[in-house]
Nanobody
């Protein structure tokens, strides 16, 4: 079992920045591929970013490439999502997710086994 707890969401003006954190406990975090997804009202949950267990591979959705950065600190069992140049269309509930140990990096929502409860990000225009 893996427990994931997101934090760092909030209200920010367009052009601003936020850093989301996801604290993990349980199964070995350091070997798990981690991902961030988001879900806006009335829309399906969509991929945002993913990072391999060693941080050697990272993958971003086209909509956030160049603005968001995913990182992890295995010593702290935490994965981060730095979000810069935020836009109103980034408004959503952001979820952290854990894949299987040593899994290939993936943007497929079905590949992720464990999910956090989500944190709300609201970007005002």
């Amino acid at each position: 079992q893996v427990q994931l707890v997101e934090s760092g969401g909030g209200l920010v003006q367009a052009g601003g920045s936020l850093r989301l954190s996801c604290a993990a406990s349980g199964r070995a975090f350091s070997t798990s591929t981690m991902g961030w997804f988001r879900q806006a009202p009335g829309k399906e949950r969509e991929f945002v970013a993913a990072i391999s267990w060693s941080s050697s591979n990272r993958h971003y959705a086209d909509s956030v490439k160049g603005r968001f950065t995913i990182s992890r600190d295995n010593a702290k069992n935490t994965v981060y999502l730095q979000m810069n140049s935020l836009k109103p269309e980034d408004t959503a509930v952001y979820y952290c997710a854990a894949d299987r140990p040593y899994a290939a990096i993936s943007s497929n929502i079905d590949d992720y086994d464990y999910w956090g409860q989500g944190t709300q990000v609201t970007v005002s225009s």
